[in-house]
Nanobody, 126 residues
């Protein structure tokens, strides 16, 4: 059974850092595309970052490039999202997502992912 358990998050001030973790079970993170999305109340899920299966690279939404880093620990089956220089607009509930093969290759679409974590809140104050 595929399961994604998230940890990390919390409240920080502008310019601070946080690290989110996504611990997977039921599959190997090395063989799935793993994404991070965020959502604020009243809005749809926004893609943040993707780490592609095998060694096929990473993608980031423009607003987080240079500040966020997605990485994978294959030995421990965990994916991380390191978030630096956080801004108030980064506030939201962050979700870890996974899929063995993005059907349409549109990593920014939440509909591409079959598996979701429960989400963790990130709040950045100014």
């Amino acid at each position: 059974q595929v399961q994604l358990v998230q940890s990390g998050g919390g409240s920080v001030r502008f310019g601070g850092s946080l690290r989110l973790s996504c611990s997977a079970s039921g599959f190997s993170v090395e063989t799935y595309d793993i994404g991070w999305f965020r959502q604020v109340p009243g809005k749809s899920h926004e893609a943040v970052a993707l780490i592609r299966r095998r060694a096929s690279g990473t993608d980031y939404v423009d607003s987080v490039k240079g500040r966020f880093t997605i990485s994978r620990d294959n030995a421990n089956n965990v994916v991380y999202l390191q978030m630096n220089n956080l801004k108030p607009e980064d506030t939201g509930k962050y979700y870890c997502t996974a899929d063995p093969n993005l059907r349409y290759g549109v990593w920014t679409s939440p509909f591409e992912y079959d598996h979701w974590g429960r989400g963790t809140q990130v709040t950045v104050s100014s």
